[in-house]
């Protein structure tokens, strides 16, 4: 069992950033980001896989967020730059420990999830 404790969530103006921090009892093989905005499906932000350090984005994210962290420490960071009002919602901490032939941007390729941290981005 890996418990998974969020921080970095807050207000921020747009274009201001925010850094989501997410630390995990043990040791993983991929951790990842997903958001769930009201009304709306949880949705995949990024994701690292420690081997090869690979990372993954969805499109609306690239170039504004980046996602990275320390296998050694259990720790994934989001550093989330350019901040719109759309990406305004709960965002959660992922984690597997086991490889996904699939890839990492779906919530089945996780095992454990965080409690969730609330970014807010006002306009």
């Known amino acids: 069992q890996v418990q998974l404790v969020e921080s970095g969530g807050g207000l921020v103006q747009a274009g201001g950033s925010l850094r989501l921090s997410c630390a995990a009892s043990?040791?993983?093989?991929?951790m990842g980001w997903f958001r769930q905005a009201p009304g709306k499906e949880r949705e995949f932000v990024a994701a690292?896989?420690?081997?090869?350090?690979?990372?993954y984005y969805t499109a609306s994210v690239k170039g504004r967020f980046t996602i990275s962290g320390d296998n050694a420490e259990n720790t994934v960071y989001l550093q989330m730059n350019s901040l719109k009002p759309e990406d305004t919602a709960v965002y959660y901490c992922a984690a597997t420990l086991r490889l996904s032939r699939f890839g990492y941007e779906y919530r089945g390729a996780y095992d454990y999830w965080g409690q969730g941290t609330q970014v807010t981005v006002s306009s």
């Open positions: 690292i896989r420690w081997s090869g350090s690979t990372t």
């Open positions: 043990g040791r993983t093989y991929a």
